[in-house]
């Protein structure tokens, strides 16, 4: 299989990744990954590829504002986890443009096999996808009949089909399945059937949540690329000061806005509260740093702002189920 990307403003193709179908019979699992240099951005990424399941993810960054288009030349069932940044773009079998936000996850079938989005320059973005042939997804309608059914029977008739009638949140518990499949060992035995489980399991949450998110069209409060970067400052702010974040109140006032049009554009855009998005950005730094790092759990707790170990404790285990300790010898 290969998939390609192409730039309106520069005629030759910017990468290719080439894919070999992998039959049933071959237990390996063939894989891919370094960094890229487009001239004009860079990047990096990583591929897995097993019998029938594609499995590509990567961050990357542009000098400046492109369009770019994305060509597959397989039929594909894909599962979309847009990590970082937002963008705006379509795929062809599906109408108008849309505003394709950070944090937001989609499982779809789209016959045309491409699609057209517009990155911002400056801006890094991340991204994961998970596809599977179509022989594979039969394969798993089989075993599920009535879960994919319905999705599948669109497939079947080869028209456009998204699991839900939105994008819909990525969740911390699909974040985690994520972060274990593209960094897992490379000496990890029976890495085929880890792979494969842990794709399962992700495909099981995005069902979940489809089936129990009920189809409303949400009053927009995002209309233009003006207030988006407001947002988008916004939350750079709270990174940087994540350790000491500014009131929501002072907050707006330091990106040009006001606290409620902050607080709605903020939960539209990235699909989380301010406050939830600060948790989840400390948690996610704390499981890092207790990974890959030796520094004692008080010293992480210090860094990201809690007056007390005991706080940061409570707060690592009602997110992740686990305390902080605990994830170390995991």
Do not use: W
């Not at 960094?35 to 542009?62: A, P």
Request: neutral net charge; charged residues 25%; aromatic residues 12%.
């Amino acid at each position: 299989m290969k998939f390609s990307l192409h730039v309106d403003q520069v005629p030759e193709t910017l990468h290719e990744f080439d894919l070999p179908i992998v039959p049933a019979s071959d237990p390996k699992v063939y894989r891919d990954g370094g960094f890229l240099d487009f001239g004009f951005g860079n990047g990096n990424f990583k591929q897995y590829n097993l019998n029938g399941i594609f499995v590509l993810g990567g961050g990357f960054t542009f000098n400046d504002d492109l369009r770019i288009r994305g060509q597959a030349d397989e039929d594909l069932v894909e599962m979309s986890f847009h990590l970082k940044g937002t963008v705006s773009g379509k795929m062809d079998d599906f109408g108008d443009e849309v505003i394709i936000q950070e944090n937001q996850q989609t499982l779809c079938y789209t016959p045309s096999k491409s699609g057209v989005f517009n990155f911002r320059g400056k801006q890094a973005y991340q991204n994961f996808e998970v596809s599977f042939t179509r022989e594979y997804f039969e394969q798993l309608v089989a075993r599920y009949p009535y879960l994919l059914a319905d999705f599948y029977e669109k497939v079947v008739r080869q028209e456009p089909v998204m699991l839900a009638d939105t994008n819909l949140p990525i969740t911390p518990e699909m974040r985690m399945i994520i972060h274990e499949l593209l960094n897992q060992p490379l000496d990890r035995n029976l890495q085929r059937i880890f792979i494969e489980a842990k794709v399962l399991e992700l495909l099981a949450l995005q069902v979940e949540q489809a089936q129990s998110s009920p189809s409303i069209k949400a009053k927009t409060y995002i209309n233009n690329t003006k207030d988006l970067n407001k947002i988008h400052e916004a939350k750079e702010i709270l990174v940087a000061r994540a350790d000491n974040p500014p009131t929501i109140y002072e907050l707006a006032k330091m990106v040009g806005t006001n606290d409620f049009k902050l607080k709605k554009g903020f939960k539209e855009v990235f699909n989380n509260t301010i406050f939830g998005f600060l948790l989840d950005f400390k948690m996610e730094k704390a499981r890092n740093l207790l990974r890959y790092t030796d520094k004692p759990t008080s010293e992480i707790a210090h860094l990201l702002g809690y007056s007390h170990p005991g706080h940061f404790t409570n707060a690592f285990k009602k997110k992740y189920g686990i305390t902080p300790s605990s994830i170390r010898s995991i």
